[in-house]
């Protein structure tokens, strides 16, 4: 279920970069945002987008060929598409 929900917001969001879902954000933040985009472009994945944004926390996610891959703050997570 927490798939589909991961698919949902993917859908829903506009968000496409920590810059925008933060007014001011952490070098921190920053860092895992460019290191997940460089693994995005490495991949040929596309379609980055915030999924969800706390005051710590940041999830994010890419489309990569027929799949949804979703960073969480420990985890990657490889979601099959599901329409």
Excluded at 3 to 16: A, C, M
Excluded at 35 to 63: P, V
Aim: charged residues 20%; glycine residues 8%; hydrophobic residues 35%.
């Amino acid at each position: 279920m927490k798939n589909r929900g991961w698919i949902e917001q993917y859908k829903r969001s506009t968000i496409t970069g920590v810059q925008y879902a933060y007014g001011r954000c952490s070098q921190a933040k920053i860092n895992a945002e460019i290191a997940i985009l460089q693994e995005m472009f490495a991949l040929g994945g596309h379609g980055y987008r915030i999924l969800s944004a706390t005051c710590n926390f940041f999830t994010c996610a890419y489309r990569l060929g027929q799949d949804l891959v979703v960073h969480t703050y420990m985890n990657r997570y490889l979601v099959p598409w599901e329409d």
